[in-house]
């Protein structure tokens, strides 16, 4: 997962800032807030940028601040992008990955929404394919996202990660649920058999009543990213901890 010499830590998970803001001077404020605070890479998710802001010249410069560490993307369909059609998207994905991201994320359904947020149209996944091509020939890497925000089976998350990878994602993420200790139980037992199983590294993250013990431990087993941010604000994500207490959880198992 390298670009431009830019490589995430191999001795324990990478402390991953997402940062979801609306104007530019908000992303600057914490990428630096990031960096002070021990963050290995960073998170931009662009569907929570005004659209006035997403220009060449401002995406270079904000991926910029970011310095030797690793920068991921997304552009989601949901927040500022509903409404934009999934090939929009794609070229604002294009487009991203051209000012510098070094992880750009692409959707299980990207041009075919479908439940689970994975798709198995042959027209869609072909153009799925085609995308990760393009972004692979700039020199960035594909993280391939399901968010189902539901429990699902072992079983089921396996087959899903495996369809990621079929696709050429060189990482594959997945958003399940816990609502209760069994379905917690059951997800930490899934992050063990991805490990297992997958050839190549992943993300397996849950919602929920009981998602905190897992989205604190989880990194742990599988040596991927921790996604944290470096506050909670009216557009951060509640389930993500902390940088500071992320940090402190690393630092007290990792060597």
């Known amino acids: 997962m390298n670009k431009k010499n830019k490589t995430f ?3 324990r998970p990478a402390l991953t800032v997402m940062i ?3 104007t ?5 404020e914490l990428i630096k807030r990031g960096v ?15 659209k006035k802001y997403r220009t060449e010249k401002i995406l270079s410069d904000l991926f910029c601040r970011v310095g030797d560490k690793p920068l991921y993307i997304t552009d989601y369909r949901s ?11 794609a070229e604002e994905i294009l487009a991203a990955v051209s000012c510098g991201a070094d992880v750009a994320d692409v959707m299980g359904d990207l041009f075919c929404q479908s439940p689970l947020e994975i798709t ?3 027209i869609a996944v072909k153009k799925q394919k085609s995308l990760i091509s393009e972004i692979h020939k700039c020199g960035c890497n594909v993280l391939m996202s399901s968010h189902t925000y539901k429990y699902l089976p072992p079983e089921k998350v396996i087959e899903m990660a495996e369809t990621h990878h079929s696709r050429g994602a060189d990482i594959a993420k997945i958003v399940t649920a816990a609502e209760n200790r069994k379905e917690l139980a059951s997800n930490f ?3 063990a058999k991805l490990l297992q199983k997958l050839d190549i590294p992943f993300l397996f993250l849950c919602v929920g009543s009981f998602s905190a013990p897992h989205r604190r431990i989880a990194p742990l087993i599988n040596n991927g990213m921790f ?19 992320a940090l402190k959880i690393v630092n007290s198992v990792c060597l």
């Open 9 to 11: 830590p191999d001795n």
């Open 79 to 89: 927040n500022l992008n509903v409404g934009t059609e999934d090939g929009a998207l």
């Open 189 to 191: 037992e899934i992050s």
């Open 36 to 50: 002070n605070g021990g963050a290995d890479a960073f998170g931009i998710q662009l569907e929570q940028l005004e």
């Open 24 to 28: 530019p001077e908000r992303i600057e």
């Open 227 to 245: 996604l944290c941010v470096v506050e909670h604000d009216e557009l951060s994500t509640p389930a993500q901890p902390l940088l500071s207490d």
């Open 20 to 22: 979801q803001a609306r």
């Open 120 to 122: 198995y149209d042959e």
